[in-house]
């Protein structure tokens, strides 16, 4: 998805066409450095004109010129990506200004993605600490059985999060 542009009529071929088939699929919300980028739109029309059964699994720091990094909500960690073409990756903590919506995503991650795991559901249920494994093992069920799309973000021609995307493709597909 162009982040600018949101869930494009291509984008609705394309998804159909995936429908049809039975293909498992996640969401790469591209182009975050892009002018006009905006994520939480992007999520919106995702929403709107696919499917209603998505899970924002990292938000930027930043959007257009002021892209920044991104926090990973399984791991609730911040990364950053310099060098030449984005190719060194650092992990860090999360920005305080962002920690709390980071932490309110997380918990609707996991609300909506315990559906895929008695474990998990449990856990949550009974309060206590959701590990990554949990999580990780949770989405790719729900991926695989095409009951679930993961929402990831960053910049392509920037390789600012393509790393991490190809981490959540080993993970959960």
Known sequence: IDSSQGAEPQT????RQADKYKVPRMIFCNKMDKL???FFDSVESVNQRLSHNTVVMQIPNGQAGDFAGI???VKMKYYTFSGQMGTVVTEGEIPGELLTKAQELREK???????????LAMAYL???EISEEMIKKAVRAGV??????????????GNKGVQLL??????YL
């Not at 609705?12 to 998804?15: D, F, I, N, S, Y």
């Not at 009951?147 to 960053?154: A, D, E, Q, R």
């Open 12 to 15: 609705e071929t394309v998804w």
């Open 71 to 73: 926090v990973d909500l």
């Open 126 to 128: 009974d309060g206590q």
């Open 144 to 157: 695989v059985s095409n009951k679930l799309y993961p929402i990831f973000c960053g910049s392509s021609l």
């Open 166 to 171: 190809l981490d959540a493709v080993t993970d």
């Open 109 to 119: 991650l996991i609300d909506t993605v315990s559906s895929f795991d008695d474990d």
């Open 36 to 38: 006009g980028a905006n």
